[in-house]
């Protein structure tokens, strides 16, 4: 008898156990009690708290029907309820369907009467669903995602705005809706020329909406509207040629100017090369004639171009980026200050305006060299290349820069291998004449291991006072 007692206890306290754990929210151990329980052990917990539904995974489908029939809601915990479950759940509250991840279609279908709104939880619902959910209500397509033809066709003849939520709406759907309201190509990604047509011959403005437009289109809307060609991305001359005649003024929304339209432009107006990007020639002489200060607004203008302009006025050669030579003299004989606005004045117009030039530079290029050694200068540095498998020893090494000499001290350079030397700006000399010549170069004493000669070079040249300037 006492035995009996203590099994009795022992079951009672193993169920309250899993009841304490479902009436709150269940512990690891009320979880996995559940889900080592028996069926039966299940069913009488969740008939008593149907919540503990939550801590049981994959229940029956008998342990699914308690739970759900005392709370529809109780559907989220379940991963793949059984269909008489949707059912139930969906009977009771057709929004417990967002909870469902693949609803019966005879669920998807009892969700829909009820509310078409809540197709937007039905991944993909086939043609049944569609046309019933748009029948109810057209603005339900917003949450179809690629809708059949029909359902198009119903959702647009009765509101013909839906079209703005198609992705792809077919052709028979973009006619109806541009037919009834033309600035719906708006929402029409590539809409072909018959529908381009129909909207703008109702509306040229409507072009600004159109990514592709067809040649006849934009002539339609140019010919409407010649500021239209603001939103056309690559007119053709013709189209240029018809919008520039009306008004010079939109050459400014051309990008690649044709030489034609620019003249025509130009005839009309000089101030507009300002917006012509690469004034041809023939397009800059007609500006510049008419106004020379005009040369500011040409990035390169031609030899030409820059003459007109600094005769006109010596002071316009601030607004030219590389002056050529013979515009640099026009302009410093006017005014020599004007040597100022030359980023990099030629040697000449430099000394016709300062009389002389001081210069620390020094040739771009000098190399001399025997059987055994190599000295070479590359930009600030002086490179002595050893050419033999034995040591050398620099006993002598002299820099000659015009009069002045400059020594370093002696120094080895192992056999094969090469020394660099850096060259220090010496004191500036003065260039009074470009037919002036001075000296530059090197003069070097050496000896090679094992050998008692002395090896001597002078490397002293003579260069044009124009090697020295930069």
Do not use: W
Not at 188 to 209: F, G, M, R, S, T
Not at 331 to 337: L, M, P, R, T, Y
Not at 409 to 418: C, E, F, K, V, W
């Amino acid at each position: 008898m006492k035995i009996v007692i203590i099994i009795e206890l022992i079951i009672v306290f193993f169920i309250g156990s899993i009841f304490a754990g479902c009436a709150s929210a269940p512990s690891n151990g009320s979880i996995n009690n559940l889900n080592l329980a028996s069926i039966q052990e299940q069913i009488s917990a969740v008939n008593k708290y149907p919540a503990c539904i939550e801590s049981i995974e994959n229940p029956c489908s008998e342990v699914q029907l308690i739970a759900v029939k005392q709370n529809s809601e109780l559907i989220k915990y379940i991963e793949n309820p059984a269909k008489e479950v949707q059912l139930i759940a969906v009977n009771e509250d057709p929004s417990t369907i967002i909870y469902i991840k693949n609803p019966d279609k005879e669920v998807q279908l009892i969700a829909i009467k009820h509310n078409t709104d809540l197709i937007r939880y039905i991944q993909n619902p086939d043609k049944e669903i569609q046309l019933i959910s748009v029948n109810q209500d057209p603005s339900a397509i917003i949450y179809i995602n690629n809708p059949e033809r029909d359902v198009q066709l119903i959702a647009i003849k009765q509101n013909f705005e839906l079209i703005k939520y198609i992705k792809n709406p077919i052709k028979e759907i973009q006619l109806i809706a541009i037919k009834q309201n033309p600035k719906l190509i708006e929402y029409i990604k590539n809409p072909d020329k018959d529908i381009q047509l129909i909207a703008v011959k109702q509306n040229a403005n409507l072009i600004e909406y159109i990514e592709n437009q067809d040649r006849e289109v934009q002539l339609i809307a140019v010919n409407e509207n010649p500021n239209l060609i603001e939103f056309i991305k690559n007119p053709d001359i013709q189209i240029q040629l018809i919008a520039v005649k009306k008004n010079p003024s939109l050459i400014k929304y051309i990008k690649d100017q044709n030489k034609e339209v620019q003249l025509v432009v130009i005839r009309q107006d000089a101030t507009l090369i300002e917006h012509i990007d690469k004034p041809d020639k023939e397009t800059q002489l007609i500006a510049l004639k008419q106004n020379p200060e005009l040369i500011r607004y040409i990035k390169t203008p031609d030899i030409e171009a820059q003459i007109i302009a600094v005769k006109h006025r010596a002071g316009l050669i601030e607004y030219i980026e590389n002056p050529d030579k013979e515009v640099q003299f026009i302009a410093v004989k006017e005014d020599s200050g004007l040597i100022k606005y030359i980023s990099n004045p030629d040697a000449e117009v430099q000394l016709s305006v300062f009389k002389q030039i001081y210069s620390k530079n020094k040739p771009k290029i000098f190399l001399i060299s025997d059987k055994n050694i190599k000295l070479q200068t590359i930009d600030s540095n002086l490179n002595i290349s050893n050419a033999t498998s034995k040591l050398i020893k620099i006993l002598s090494l002299t820099e000659h820069y015009g009069e002045d000499e400059y020594s370093f001290d002696s120094m080895l350079i192992a056999p094969n291998t090469a020394k660099n030397i850096y060259l220090p700006f010496r004191r500036s000399f003065i260039i009074n004449s470009l037919e002036q010549k001075f000296n530059y170069g090197f003069t070097i004493v050496y000896e090679v291991e094992g050998s008692d000669k002395f090896h001597k070079i002078n490397g002293i040249k003579s260069y044009k006072a124009l090697e020295f300037i930069k």
